[in-house]
């Protein structure tokens, strides 16, 4: 359990009893996640996402992110993927490096998530797109609320992301592994 009060963190174990007290985040903590390898992952009200390592106590900053609006961990927790109000993405190591990015986008990054199998990643934007990527880095198809969605086949998962009038509320993911159909990339979009 995890309980935010201005930039500290109390990590508490299930009796109530604090194990670790962080530091260094800056502003009011608006979004927390604990990934699978018990790193803390912190977003504040002034934008920034901080690492927390499991056993330790000093962040590591996500100073390349801009102004994060959403930040989560990949399934295995060794890897963070963050959008931002500067209208990119990018995937991060748990030690801070950047792996992959930045994804750009004509607005704002309002949601980002990894899927279940770790296959693919979705970023949402207030441009009204939804841009699905392979763990590897290439993309695999751009959903625009303009063209609708449809679920494809039994083995698809749907995410919810975004906000706003007309921003993609929901994306089909297939989940099962290969072979992928080629890329469609709608040049509507």
């Known amino acids: 359990m995890i309980a935010a009060r201005d930039a500290t963190l109390l990590v508490s174990n299930m009796d109530g009893g604090v194990e670790r007290v962080l530091n260094g985040a800056t502003g009011t903590i608006n979004r927390l996640q604990v990934g699978r390898l018990g790193d803390v992952l912190a977003v ?3 934008g920034n996402a901080t690492i927390w390592p499991a056993g330790r106590s000093e962040p590591i900053g996500l100073e390349k992110a801009g102004t994060v609006l959403a930040a989560s961990f990949n399934r295995d927790g060794t890897q ?13 190591s748990r030690t ?14 309002n949601a980002v998530a990894f899927s279940p199998d770790g296959s693919f990643f979705a970023i949402a934007s207030s441009d009204n797109t939804a841009t699905l990527w392979s763990a590897r880095g290439v993309p695999y198809e751009v959903l625009s609320a303009h063209s609708g969605y449809q679920r494809r086949g039994h083995q698809s ?14 994306a089909a993911i297939p989940t099962s592994s290969g072979p992928w159909p080629s890329a469609r990339m709608d040049a509507s979009s």
């Open 44 to 46: 504040t009200s002034e």
């Open 80 to 92: 963070v993927l963050t959008g931002s109000e500067e209208k990119f993405a990018r995937i991060w």
């Open 96 to 109: 801070g490096q950047v792996l992959f990015g930045p994804v750009m986008h004509d607005k704002r990054v």
């Open 157 to 170: 998962r749907q995410w919810t992301g975004g906000h706003g009038t007309g921003s993609p509320r929901c």
